[in-house]
């Protein structure tokens, strides 16, 4: 059964920090990519950054890039995200995702539930 579990969210004062974790289970974690995502109220879901399979490559968002890094362990089967110098307008839920693509007809897309950050003073 494949699971992925977010944990580490909370209510943070501007200029804050926090560390979000996913737990993963049920699936090969080290050949997938994964990505967090965020969803603020009335909002469409945002990618915020990717790391590749082998913790070699990273991506951000514009709007976070500097502030926050993504990381992930292997041998632990779990991803980061490391969230610096907080702003309000980072207040959403934050969604954990896995992505592999073996080819075009056989894709493996999984979500976890979300943990609600919230960055006020």
């Known amino acids: 059964q494949v699971q992925l579990v977010e944990s580490g969210g909370g209510l943070v004062q501007p200029g804050g920090s926090l560390r979000l974790s996913c737990a993963a289970s049920g699936f090969t974690f080290s050949s997938y990519v994964m990505r967090w995502y965020r969803q603020a109220p009335g909002k469409e879901r945002e990618l915020v950054a990717t790391?590749?399979?082998?913790?070699?490559?990273?991506n951000y968002a514009d709007s976070v890039k500097g502030r926050f890094t993504i990381s992930r362990d292997n041998a632990k089967n779990t991803m980061y995200l490391q969230m610096n110098s907080l702003k309000p307008e980072d207040t959403a839920v934050y969604y954990c995702?896995?992505?592999?693509?073996?080819?075009?007809?056989?894709?493996?897309?999984?979500w976890g539930q979300g943990t609600q950050v919230t960055v006020s003073s």
């Open positions: 790391v590749s399979s082998t913790n070699s490559n990273t």
């Open positions: 995702n896995a992505f592999r693509l073996r080819s075009l007809v056989e894709i493996y897309n999984y």
